[in-house]
């Protein structure tokens, strides 16, 4: 099986082929250095994709997935997992800004990013809506779609599973 974590941080991932821009010199197990939009992918059996896309343009996430369906062989998946917009814009316009300004917020990082580098920034925002209307006009078959609360990043964040529309 072949299976890529693009754009994967620090979060390596065994039996994976871990993929990132980023000159990651502290992290303790295999990855490649490379962007994730130019690839020279294998026909994969999965690629995941989190906490990446909302790091991109709308239009650059059209681009990237129509590539990457182009090396999703018959029967392969693509997993996305992003902030939950709606869900953090609500709990942000609830903070004061006192707390919104003082230290580690997470809700803060989920809307923007946490921008120490300009790829840190997000650049686009997803809700359940939005991500499967990008999904499904490119052609995915949606096989499942489910909100959570993610521990590892905080807040609720949102996962679809995508395949070929034939299957």
């Known amino acids: 099986m072949i299976n890529y974590n693009l754009g994967c941080g620090e979060e390596i991932i065994d ?32 690629f995941l994709l989190d906490n ?25 998946k693509i997993i996305i997992v992003v902030p939950d917009f709606k869900y953090v814009t609500e709990v942000i316009c609830k903070l004061s800004p006192d707390t919104l300004f003082s230290g580690n917020v997470w809700a803060k990082y ?4 946490t921008q120490d580098k300009i790829e ?36 609720y964040h949102l996962k679809i599973i995508l395949g070929h529309n034939n299957v």
Not at 54 to 73: A, G, P, Q, T, Y
Request: hydrophobic residues 35%.
């Open 52 to 76: 990446v896309i909302e790091h991109f343009s709308f239009e650059d996430v059209s681009k990237l997935l129509i590539r990457l369906k182009s090396f999703l062989k018959p029967d392969g």
């Open 110 to 113: 989920c809307l923007l990013g």
């Open 15 to 46: 039996g994976y082929i871990n993929i990132d821009n980023a000159n990651l010199k502290k992290i303790k197990g295999k990855y490649v250095r490379g962007d994730i939009t130019t690839f020279n992918y294998e026909f994969a059996d999965l």
């Open 120 to 155: 840190d920034y997000h650049r686009s925002f997803y809700t359940p809506q939005i991500l499967s209307y990008i999904c499904t006009n490119i052609g995915f078959k949606i096989l499942s779609f489910n909100t959570f609360v993610y521990k590892k990043h905080g807040g």
